[in-house]
């Protein structure tokens, strides 16, 4: 391998590498799919997901059948978000329950109107409490019903202005209930982004990673496993020339990947940024691209087996993917591993493709694209590094 | 010993040594069990306990009382006490999910017998984790007034658990983690140690051997599960020693993963003679191993996700393993059937894929 070219000579060069890469992609359909898989069972599993973390499989029991037991099975019936209702009686609850069809039983007691008539009523419930996930998700919506029986109104109070406090001067509307406390929710923005269409997102990103990573690794240790490198040597191919090329090819074969499904993305709707969010959203992906692609390429030169390299992508990608908050929300994480997400380039892709997307203006999305851009270059320089030590 | 025991043993030998010779491969698929468990907690963690700022500008003691209350809200809230300026600035560089003020003057007017009026801000992106807040808040308001004893309150609710101890997400997402990383690493290593032999060619030099090629298959699957129950053993280590998840009846557990890596070892030869080819088997195996994962009662009994979701979770032995861990591990009852059955279940599920296994590679590999 030579040096000293003029830059003509160097692009000219560069773009050949860059094409025998992405021919060499196109006919390896067994790399193609070993990058594409693991994003397509990350998007079964969110569907998945999205029917299993709704509502709960639930039994109703009425067994008084007064106004007021009716009023409160009404709003349990009515509680469509929370529950998945079986009304039954008895018997035919408890065999639910013990064969997993419901979670939990509610029943409304014989005596339910003469104890509201009382004011010590129960709502009781026998919960499958085979872990706080769920059991808790049961624990608030049974809550949440007992509260509207002697509050129907909870929730109503609102300020003279939404988001503000009330005070003397501006009281504002509260409406009063029996446990002294209401709530004034305030929705940060006009609409709420389902869990299917949250999520898919950072699957996509999933595929920007595993693609880029996998691609660049597997082209390097090709190369290796092919003895093309003491071919490559021979050439009058100079090493930034290579260098360039190899990356330019990886960048290529992610494109070829990610253009088909951001398309369908877009016409199936779940991307669909406000227009003026369009530039920032591709400039995220597309420093995503070069960052995968030089990670990659680095990951290639370090492992050079494709045995090794294929296991080691995907661990890559996976811990980039989740330390990053693809299926997490950093917020949520204990403080050191909050710290340790800053160090996680896929943090500033995700942080910035949901601002871009979900939110109404760009705030922060100048930091992410910056971050993003350092971490992006720091990976394709250790990749260079690693390609031209390689290559000498 | 036979010829055929001695070639067993002979293939197992030369598989340890081709193993001991990819260490760097070895380590990986050892890293790869460890991510799971990772994985699944960092995913357990962003089951509960939503970031939320409390701005008390009451300071009283019924304010005090109503944040313990937030706080016990079933696992709902971590609460983060700051100002008023503070919560809006994190809210908005999405730190915090929720911002829960308590006005000036609340004790005072709650203890008056007034309606306060507190004012909640709700990032509300994603409608899963705003549905969690929106009726955490109710939950902490009827425990508030029930402790306090208001008058007019008429309804409480009374709860009867079916189980008789509570079990956190994170210990409950790692036993099951065990089983995918059953599938992933046994997957995987059973794939490599025959598509090793394609790629190497080296294949075709199995009908000079003196025995049945059966024998050497043999060997090499066995060494396979050998390093993979070694993997898994080191994550299982961590979950006991590192999670301090303990086992109640660690014979029953150690059974089931057991099974789990045959059957896991067998279908990854299965697959590995299939596709004759390593570079998408790592990929193949992760990508199968999510949704089976999430299909298989890791997350809760997936009966509880409707009948269809149920049905297909039965197309995997992953169901049965994840039934057996659970109950081996915090003695819970995961599926309708009980643990005898689904231990008996997961065994037929290894001679299945055994037999189908060696049906695939006698076609694939040794008749070829």
Not at chain 2, 238 to 267: E, N
Not at chain 2, 277 to 306: H, K, M, N, Q, W
Request: charged share 15%; hydrophobic share 50%.
């Amino acid at each position: 391998m030579s040096t000293g070219r003029t830059p003509r000579e160097t692009f000219k060069g560069a773009s050949a590498v860059a094409r025998l890469d992405l021919a060499v992609w196109r006919r390896s359909p067994w790399a193609i799919a070993a990058a594409v898989i693991p994003a397509i069972g990350m998007l079964v599993l969110v569907k998945v997901l999205t029917m299993a973390v709704l509502a709960q499989p639930v039994a109703l029991v009425q067994e008084g059948h007064g106004p007021q037991a009716d009023v409160m099975a009404s709003f349990i019936k009515a509680d469509t978000d929370s529950y998945i209702l079986k009304t039954t009686n008895m018997a035919r609850a408890n065999q639910l329950l013990r064969s997993q069809e419901v979670a939990a039983v509610i029943v409304i007691p014989k005596d339910f109107d003469e104890g509201v008539a009382k004011g010590r009523a129960a709502l009781s419930y026998t919960l499958n409490n085979v872990d706080i996930d769920i059991a808790d998700d049961i624990r608030r919506s049974v809550d949440r019903s007992v509260a509207q029986f002697d509050a129907p109104q909870l929730g109503a109070s609102a300020p003279t202005r939404p988001g503000t406090r009330t005070t003397p001067e501006a009281p504002g509307l509260v409406v009063p209930n029996p446990y002294r406390v209401d709530i004034s929710e305030t929705d940060l923005r006009k609409t709420a982004v389902p869990f299917d269409t949250y999520q898919v997102l950072p699957v996509l990103l999933l595929l920007v990673i595993s693609v880029g990573v996998l691609g660049g690794a597997l082209l390097g240790s090709r190369d290796h496993e092919r003895q093309t490198m003491v071919f490559l040597r021979t050439t009058p191919l100079s090493r930034v020339a290579f260098v360039t090329g190899r990356l330019m090819g990886t960048v290529l074969a992610t494109l070829t990947v990610l253009v088909p499904a951001l398309v369908y993305l877009v016409l199936a709707g779940n991307v669909d940024p406000p227009l003026g969010h369009w530039p920032a959203f591709l400039g995220i992906l597309g420093t995503t691209v070069v960052l995968s692609a030089g990670l990659g390429v680095l990951l290639g030169v370090l492992f050079r087996r494709s045995t090794t390299v294929a296991l080691a992508a995907v661990i890559v990608s996976s811990y980039l993917f989740f330390l990053g908050g693809g299926f997490t929300t950093i917020a949520f994480l204990p403080a050191p591993l909050r710290a340790l997400s800053h160090a996680v380039p896929t943090r500033y892709a995700i942080d910035g493709m949901r601002q871009a997307l979900f939110y109404s203006d760009l705030h922060g999305v100048g930091t992410d694209l910056l971050a993003l851009t350092t971490f992006a270059i720091a990976a394709v320089g250790a990749g260079v590094f690693a390609l031209r030590t390689e290559t000498r | 010993m036979g010829d055929g025991g001695r070639a067993l043993v002979a293939s197992a030998r030369l598989e340890f040594q081709q193993l001991n010779r990819s260490r760097a491969l070895v380590a990986l698929a050892a890293l790869e069990a460890i991510t799971f468990l990772v994985l699944v907690s960092l995913f357990g963690l962003t089951g509960s306990r939503a970031p939320t700022a409390i701005v008390d500008e009451d300071h009283g003691p019924l304010a005090a009382s109503f944040v313990r209350h937030l706080d016990a809200a079933h696992h709902s809230f971590a609460l983060r006490h700051m100002s008023a300026a503070d919560a809006r600035s994190q809210l908005h560089d999405g730190n915090i999910v929720a911002i829960i003020t308590i006005p000036h003057g609340f004790s005072s007017d709650v203890a008056s017998g007034h309606t306060v009026m507190l004012p909640v801000v709700v990032d509300n992106v994603d409608t899963d984790l705003t549905n969690d807040i929106k009726e955490a808040l109710p939950s902490a308001i009827v425990a508030f007034g029930k402790t306090h004893g208001f008058g007019g309150i008429r309804v409480v609710a009374a709860e009867h658990d079916l189980v008789d101890h509570e079990t956190g997400y994170i210990p409950y997402l790692v036993v099951s983690a065990l089983v995918l990383d059953a599938l992933v690493v046994a997957g995987i290593l059973g794939a490599f140690a025959i598509t090793r032999e394609y790629e190497a060619r080296t294949v075709d030099q199995w009908r000079l051997a003196p025995v049945r090629s059966g024998w050497v298959l043999a060997g090499k699957l066995l060494a396979a599960a050998v390093v993979s129950a070694g993997a898994v053993a080191i994550a299982l280590a961590i979950v006991v020693l590192g999670y301090g998840v303990g086992a109640r009846d660690l014979s029953a557990a150690i059974a089931g993963l057991g099974l789990c890596v045959v059957i896991f070892t067998a279908i990854g030869a299965a697959v590995g003679a299939l596709l004759r080819r390593t570079l998408p088997v790592a990929a193949l195996f992760f990508g199968l191993a999510l949704p089976f994962y999430i299909d298989s009662g890791a997350l809760e009994p997936v009966r509880f996700d409707g009948n269809t979701l149920w049905k297909i979770g039965h197309s995997s032995p992953v169901y049965n393993g994840v039934a057996i861990l659970e109950s081996a591990f915090h003695g819970l009852r995961v599926t309708p059937e009980s643990l005898g059955q689904n231990l008996v279940v997961l065994t037929l599920w290894a001679v299945a894929a055994v037999l189908v296994s060696c049906a695939v590679l006698a076609r694939r590999v040794v008749r070829r």
